[in-house]
């Protein structure tokens, strides 16, 4: 269809004959290496018959999708020595683990990783042993695997993890492999708009090659069967230059191949060309893409058992499932690999045959070894300023009122400034960073936007460094591949809806734990989240915006990876930010609102308060460091009010009550020091917590977390939560909090139940409580608003520090 | 761009001028509502003048998205009437509930479901007050709204939702308007290929209409700001025939969008002609797609405070922010709102005039009262086989093996056969029906596929009832929007990857709790869920596959929407899916594995256990109904294998040790039953678990959540949970369980260290197990398999009861 020319269209490295032959020969070697891993114990190099013994008792793995990441790979490794490229390989069909193995084997970075797997016979034994074995490496492209920054576990995030790397990356192209099984997917059919946001001037290229083999595990695939000119249609209205190579002619293959990648180079560098000398004046090119069109299982058997096998969906995972039963699957199966004559492959110590070997990059050239895809090596600390320059003058608790997000805002402008020239710091997020109010960071950058800018647009530019898409799988995926080739950001979002990337991030999760334990890579930026137009305060979208259940999914995860924070004001907010953004291999939650509220702590206070993550608010108190009658326990900004307008009404009304206020910023604090690093002693638990008082907590979330969290310790027995339990609506804000329990009149009302001897006698206090609940409730039905006292309760009790 | 002609597309049903200049009154009536809504608590009519008083204290709403939502609905009205079509309206710009709230009150079925609002100057007044207010409705389209299937918080399902309202309602056609911002998500994106199933004999139409309004909260929309030629390829990319209205003069609009709409209803119309004729012998059809470009905030203020509003994203919401507080916003309002001329739209009572009111269709017809909208009207039971005809036989526990998903594949088999006349039952998932070895359901049906089929080609018909495609996403779209018009369905899928579609189901939940209690929304089926291919057998996929926090997410919604069941094996997973298909108004989670194991229960002991959804297993106990000195109790099939392999080894190891087996079908029954209506009631909980001997709990999921569910039973001190603790990689099954602590030698261990007195005196038996397991960890690494005798271990006690 394409008759490409890399000579005609500009670089004079067109492919030879003679190249391309010993390319094919290359591919037939990464083709044997992958059927090896799949299939055998022993006997690497097939220099006996095989044995039934030499197979693997259970075949784990999947065929379909590698000779076609092979055949890329091997067309890469060309286009690279060619020109000189710095390039990194995602490979979508993740299943194609054997490839990028056999790959990264072939070109010499898998044994100087994992020395044990040498370039030798011995080490193609160990090599096939261990894929998919018990102590061995998974399936799929994984952290283990050299050159990946992309799992391929989950199908979807591909391309956004490949733009992701690209942003900032001027001199990098990250080619993209994207199944026609993983284009099926919500969060890939949106990743293709991310050319909209990829600035050619400033950011790197990413090539996408969409894999078409036809075929799921049982199911032909949608775009597999769509009409070509449909086909064409649809990525030429993404935006993109779409190139077809198809067919199963080797031979053929391998020269349309070359050709359509010099073609695709040529425009890449002809598109970067002209933005870098237009100095950034650059609108939306049209990038390249490349459609490759092969048989499922290229080059496997044709038919087993009288069955299409190869290009069909039968190829998918193992051809010769039966090869311990059957002997003729065992004959398929030797005949198979022998097709690819690996005796012309290997030399006598089972090395690459040296003038193979030298078709792939050398060094860092490699894609095995490219240091984007280790992004931990490249990685450089942010500079941040001081937080405390952001800070709220607080000169008592509750007197003066701040919006959190609003000085976050202000101290993550300087962090833009500060880091501008290293390019290495971004904000992502759904359409919200102004409505989030963070809107100070717009003094220090724009939006990034690469579609036409009208002159009344507001905040736009083509080299912002914030990336506003709606759709929230963008702004993760893109985070991600952002981070893992080794620069730092902050994904700010709605909390009800960062659900939508909950699979995402539970992958990133596992991903990081298996990376720590691995030796070589190298630590990357944690994925900092902040959560805000929360539960509390969704005043006007009401119930279908309510969900605080986000910190219940990462709890989940590792201990060690995970940290959540729920700052109640905006200088602990401040002191939680910083901090954030200097650790790294994390998972970063911090939840906290955008609209006014008072502020409890100075900039001093806060920074002790949130250093022990968890504490004690003697100003707060009444127990005068004693023992008291109620602990008053609360995380969360919200709570944290109604908590203290609590203790303020129960000391008004009971002044002889002791009460202690116990403020949690890190949760993890409640979780035992077995169960988390950040977990409190036990003996230290029990002097905050008491051993048998009654503590009254109020949770920002669910209640039952804190349950979860809390129920080795001593005191659990009396503690009471009270937090979101899936009731709300379309009303104020007050109302959301008594709606679920967690206003100031239940909370004091559950104090006074729970201590010893009060309820009976404070009956009448209680019975005040029920009467200003039912006098609040009618009023807000009049008005639409909260009561005036309410809405202007502060603290009154001055400070006691 | 267009010029379509209704008379030449074939019907001669086109608007008269005189008939659209009513239309463009009628729609200056529903954007005078819209604004009414958004802004006034009284003088509706605005029969005086406007005062500061009359307007809401706290504006909440939407009003950019909400004209264009109008323009179209009462196009589609005119449609309906000319045509006498069955149609209903999806609203995905969510945020434009005042348009749906006006359009339904226009058109009567809103004061028919809620005769408060009256159709008169009182009943406005009262719809304009309830809005966004205390007590009132929210701001989006939502389960209060009459007419609606489609919650408009969270974007990106609303065309999956119409795919699935069309599938096998040939009579119907779903008007779908998507916003631009939500063509921006993942969900979104991946819909438009939902046509590749659509079969037109069968199934309704769909008809798309993309409204370009051009702007987010604070962004330009990525669709919006596209070169026209992209989008039309985009759309002809995604096989459809885009049709374009664009403008912004309401007189050349309504003409253009009318003559558009009967081009569409044609085409429609003729491609359900012909496919219907030809018998189903049908290929994939062009269907149309209608892009409608019209300024966001249409007609409303041009410019506040000299910054342009109309056809921008300060029109987002509110465009007059301050009306209280600034007299000249105060006086823009009254101006916008007078622009509408209500008193040429109204009567002296307040209703709408008779030769507007006319415009509407009547009855059913009216999209806010079609029962499709309200599927609970339409539902009808399942016809459901004997499940026993399906059971295995299990002449004593743990004798034979057998899949407990293939048994459940010939029920559902089954299912479809005997509802395939009533066509309301469909199996979605993300081509894994035959891999979760369902795959007798293929002996009764398909798959559906509308793109070519080739001869070799396996289960693949244009009329198949199984909707296979790799997007959970839209599994999950589709599934909602079938049963929320009334049918039946169940999502099979992997477990880890259910998590795609978490924040869904959180929509999802909140839609079927608000509906519960809107005495007009009648009952809809229940979301059914099969977990398998789960956490434990992930041999060769390894750590990325594995995820039991689905369950977590499920049980933080309202107790009486949600249910989980982990059927030890076949027969109870049988009566599991039975049942299950038999309720209404929940979500059903099921997490059963695929692989072959041993079965315990015979069936009729499988339906008294699960009708108990908890129970001591006597044949499996040695405490004779007396006091036991350990339970072991277990929640899932591995946990069950294990548990009981556990029980083996003491009661050989340690006979005199009485060991009581408790199983957990029904994972709500641990909980209270103030907190869920299946909650064990504490008595029975005690009697089951002891008031105080050791329990060690083997769970399928992450071990903390039964601690959350049984923190408040008498006995939870000695509760010792074994789960997941995100241990996993690509190993064999058994060395899975042992890195999770949850194997047969670590939970005897713990039963030994538990139980008092015991610890000391069984010492070589505990060393017995670690040396069994260290000889195990050996085995595999040599092997890559489990030792035979913990392949092949059976139940050996026979059976007790």
């Known amino acids: 269809m394409n008759t490409p020319s890399g000579s005609a269209a500009g670089v004079d490295v067109r492919a030879s004959d003679e190249e391309l032959g010993r390319i094919d020969q290359y591919w037939r070697a990464a083709n044997y290496l992958s059927v090896g891993q799949i299939y055998l114990l022993d006997n690497p190099l097939l220099r006996q018959p095989l044995t039934v013994e030499q197979v693997k008792p259970r075949l784990l793995g999947h065929w379909g999708t590698t000779p076609g990441l092979n055949f890329v790979y091997a067309h890469l490794n060309r286009l690279i020595r060619a020109r000189d490229l710095d390039m990194i390989y995602i490979c979508g069909p993740g299943h194609g683990g054997p490839g990028m193995v056999a790959n990264t084997y072939l070109e010499g970075s898998y044994s100087e990783i994992y020395p044990d797997i040498s370039p030798d016979a011995e080490g193609m034994r160990k090599l096939f042993r261990q894929f998919s074995f018990p102590g061995g490496i998974p399936s799929h492209a994984a952290p283990e695997t050299p050159g990946s920054i992309h799992e391929g576990g989950e199908l979807g995030y591909a391309l956004a993890h490949a733009f992701g790397a690209a942003f900032d990356n001027p001199d990098l192209i990250v080619a993209c492999v994207v199944g026609d099984g993983e284009a099926e997917t919500g969060a890939l059919a949106a990743s293709w708009h991310s050319n909209k946001f990829l600035n050619p001037a400033r950011d790197g290229a990413v090539l996408p090659i969409l894999h078409l083999n036809g075929y799921k595990i049982a199911n032909p695939t949608l775009l597999g069967r769509m009409a070509e000119s449909d086909l064409r249609s649809l990525f030429v209205g993404y935006g993109y230059e779409p190139l077809f190579v198809e067919g199963s002619d080797p031979e053929a293959m391998h020269r349309l191949m070359a050709d359509t990648l010099d073609v695709a180079a040529n425009r890449i560098r002809a598109i970067q060309a ?407 002693a036990d003996r230290d638990f029990d002097s905050l917590f008491t051993a048998d008082k009654p503590v009254i907590f109020a949770y920002h979330g669910y209640p039952q977390l804190i349950h979860r969290l809390t129920y080795r310790r001593t005191n659990h027995a009396n503690l009471h939560v009270r937090g979101y339990r899936e009731e709300g609506t379309t009303t104020t804000p007050f109302d959301m909090v008594v709606l679920n329990g967690l206003d100031r009149f239940s909370l004091a009302t559950m104090a006074i139940e729970r201590v010893p001897g009060l309820n009976a006698t404070a009956a009448h206090v209680k019975q005040a409580f029920r009467e200003a609940l039912i006098a609040h409730k009618a009023y807000i039905r009049d008005t639409g608003e909260d009561m005036p006292e309410i809405q202007q309760w502060a603290w009154p009790h001055g400070t006691a520090d």
Chains 1, 2 share one sequence.
């Open 274 to 680: 002209a933005a870098r000398q237009a100095q950034g004046a650059t609108d939306l090119p049209r990038w390249p893409m490349i459609v490759l069109r092969s048989p499922k299982g290229w080059t496997g058997p044709k038919e087993v058992d009288g069955q299409k096998v190869e290009g069909f969906w039968r190829a998918h995972q193992v051809p010769l499932s039966k090869v311990r039963e059957n002997p003729e699957h065992l004959r398929l199966l030797e005949a198979w690999m022998r097709s690819y004559r690996p005796e012309t492959l290997f030399d006598e110590s089972g090395r690459l045959r040296p003038d193979l070997a030298e078709l792939a990059p050398s060094g860092a050239r490699r894609m095995g070894a490219n240091p984007n895809a280790n992004g931990g090596l490249l990685r450089r600390e942010l500079r941040l300023p001081d937080f405390r320059d952001h800070a709220l003058a607080v000169p008592k608790p509750g007197a003066t009122q701040g919006e959190a997000t609003r000085a976050m805002g202000t101290y993550l402008r300087d962090v833009m400034t500060l880091n501008a020239e290293a390019r290495n710091f971004r904000i992502v997020g759904p359409d919200e960073t102004a409505s989030n109010r963070l809107d100070a960071v717009f003094e220090a950058t724009d939006r990034v936007w690469m579609e036409p800018i009208e002159p009344y647009d507001v905040h736009l530019a083509r080299d912002g460094r914030v990336m506003e898409v709606l759709s929230e799988h963008l702004c993760q995926g893109w985070l991600e591949g952002y981070l893992l080739t080794g620069r730092h950001g902050l994904f700010s979002c709605y909390e009800a809806f960062i659900h939508i990337v909950d699979s995402m991030v539970n992958q990133h999760a596992k991903w990081l734990k298996v990376s720590r334990g691995l030796g070589w890579r190298r630590p990357i930026a944690s994925l900092n989240y902040l959560l805000t137009s929360h539960v509390w305060r969704q005043d006007h979208n009401g119930f279908s915006h309510q969900d605080p259940g986000f910190v219940d999914l990462v709890v989940n995860k590792k201990a060690d990876i995970v940290r959540v924070y729920l700052p109640p004001d905006a200088n602990c907010l401040l002191w939680v930010t910083d901090h954030c953004l200097r650790t790294y291999d994390r998972i970063n939650v911090i939840v906290a609102g955008k609209q006014p509220a008072p502020q409890w702590l100075g900039i001093e206070a806060a920074v002790a308060h949130c250093e022990a993550g968890i504490g004690l608010w003697r100003w707060a108190s009444n127990d005068d460091g004693r023992e008291p009658d109620v602990v008053m326990a609360c995380a969360g900004d919200v709570p944290t009010l109604e908590t203290l307008a609590a203790v303020d009404l129960l000391r008004q009304h009971l002044p002889e009550l002791k009460v202690r206020v116990v403020n949690v910023v890190d949760l993890m604090t409640l979780q035992t020091r077995e169960e988390h690093p950040h977990g409190l």
